[in-house]
């Protein structure tokens, strides 16, 4: 389960049973119009005709997240229905598929919805990193999340980074900057970079059909004619869908025994055992319509072992992070020294899970600490480079970093989803029991980090509280 894009407050595209919540009375103008609060992912949503628009309360306000299309009772994402709503006297369901998204409840006005996720803190602005611990801890100390680790990023490495409540709450392990935490959807940077440092080396070609080098045919049966290339994966743009029955049913306790390249092919080619030519692929052509695609960024990284010979994550253990330190860094459990320093996932209400793993990996089951990200991303702000090691060429980084397909969705990059400013990226992650974010901004040289071991949908609001004070003192924190 994975969030969609930038923003770690994006509507999740994964069915969750969320538990009731208690609500008031429904205006009684049109069925929907209205503002409607989803109290466990701490998000807004304001129906106005057939505009959606989806919103993340923080301390000055809400956010706009997502500008989504309502017809009749679904709603729309890129055209293609993703949930739909249901009005039953004083509750207002988003289902998707056959299984409840969320619940929400109506609220008078936007601007009460908006002052819901206000946090209450002593720093009104940020004068040195001193005050980066004290607004952290405060906004920390108001969530009921196990654990936290924040860090603050420059071009020549991490500037200040902390960590708050408990990695393993059962046995009070404190989060340190350095726990490593279940990344999610943010693995896609990383498989994406991986993917690129592959291209440079071995001159791939973004456009070219994947079928060149798959040892399995990938055909969508609903068109004629298509040719998925590298960069329709990257920008999900593919037409390749997630199949949710299949999806969770794959989830399992510890790495999954289930090979990258053995589902995709299960998946994708006919006779296999995940395949649906029904659900397992969109009806348009590869880059016309962005639909977000785990399984594209896992096929994505299985061609890196196609490239190259050596699988994705063995490629990136000798070429990114071995080179880079990132010592915490790991795609599998199996490569962890010490699996108890992980911090463990909790649910929404607190009930700790073991750690899992998925046979689609390279889609976002990469776990790294608060620290190791800073040393990664203050290579993006340095043009490829950390401390003497380049991982990328500058021209590489600013194909990643523009739009790919602008009729299709003007804000995704290779992997990397695009602010609405020239030189903002970033990109978060969801799934269960974890919610992350990263995001860089090259025109202020700064890049922030948030990791979180809990899915209750609190990340949204800490993330929002956070994030706009340290962009607001960007050059103060980037002369320390």
């Not at 205006?27 to 929907?32: A, I, T």
């Not at 463990?344 to 046979?359: K, M, N, R």
């Not at 739009?403 to 400013?421: C, I, K, M, R, V």
């Amino acid at each position: 389960m994975k969030y969609l894009a930038y923003g770690a407050a994006c509507l999740l595209i994964v069915a969750l049973s969320l538990p009731p919540l208690g609500f008031t009375q429904a205006q009684d103008e049109s069925e929907y119009d209205g503002v409607w609060f989803m109290e466990d992912f701490f998000m807004v949503l304001h129906i106005n005709g057939t505009s959606v628009e989806v919103l993340v309360p923080g301390q000055a306000g809400c956010s706009t997240e997502m500008e989504l299309e309502l017809d009749g009772n679904n709603i729309l994402e890129n055209g293609v229905a993703a949930y739909t709503l249901e009005l039953d006297g004083e509750v207002l369901t988003l289902w998707q598929g056959d299984s409840v998204f969320a619940e929400a409840e109506y609220v008078e006005t936007l601007e009460e919805a908006c002052a819901l996720g206000a946090f209450t803190t002593s720093v009104e602005t940020i004068t040195s990193v001193a005050d980066l611990d004290t607004l952290a801890g405060e906004i920390f100390a108001q969530t009921t999340l196990p654990g936290m680790a924040v860090a603050v990023v420059g071009p020549q490495g991490v500037i200040w980074s902390g960590g708050y409540g408990y990695a393993n709450v059962e046995q009070e392990l404190p989060v340190t900057p350095d726990t490593p935490f279940m990344l999610a959807s943010v693995t896609k940077v990383f498989t994406g970079t991986v993917l690129m440092m592959a291209r440079e080396e071995k001159s791939i070609a973004l456009d070219a059909a994947v079928n060149d080098w798959l040892p399995f045919p990938v055909d969508n049966p609903k068109t004629e004619g298509e040719v998925i290339t590298l960069r329709n994966l990257a920008t999900h743009t593919s037409g390749l869908l997630d199949n949710w029955d299949y999806y969770l049913a794959v989830y399992t306790p510890g790495d999954s025994p289930i090979a990258l390249g053995d589902f995709l092919q299960g998946y994708l080619t006919p006779g296999g055992e995940w395949y649906d030519a029904d659900k397992n692929f969109g009806d348009w052509m590869p880059g016309e319509v962005m639909q977000y695609s785990n399984v594209g960024a896992a096929l994505a990284g299985y061609l890196c072992e196609m490239f190259t010979g050596t699988p994705l994550d063995d490629y990136a253990d000798a070429h990114l992070f071995g080179p880079l330190g990132m010592t915490n860094t790991h795609w599998h459990l199996a490569d962890f020294p010490d699996t108890s320093l992980i911090a463990v996932p909790y649910s929404a209400d607190g009930t700790a899970l073991e750690h899992y793993g998925y046979p689609t990996w390279p889609d976002g089951q990469l776990r790294s600490s608060a620290n190791d990200l800073g040393r990664f991303l203050a290579a993006y702000l340095n043009n490829g480079e950390f401390e003497g090691v380049r991982i990328l060429q500058p021209e590489t980084i600013n194909i990643m970093l523009q739009t790919q397909f602008p009729n299709a969705d003007p804000n995704q990059g290779f992997f990397w989803a695009l602010g609405d400013e020239p030189g903002i990226a970033g990109h978060s992650g969801g799934d269960e029991g974890v919610a992350t974010n990263i995001m860089i901004n090259r025109t202020l040289g700064i890049g922030v980090i948030l990791l979180t071991n809990s899915d209750s949908g609190e990340m949204g609001r800490v993330w929002t509280a956070l994030l706009d004070p340290i962009l607001a003192s960007a050059d103060i924190l980037t002369a320390e």
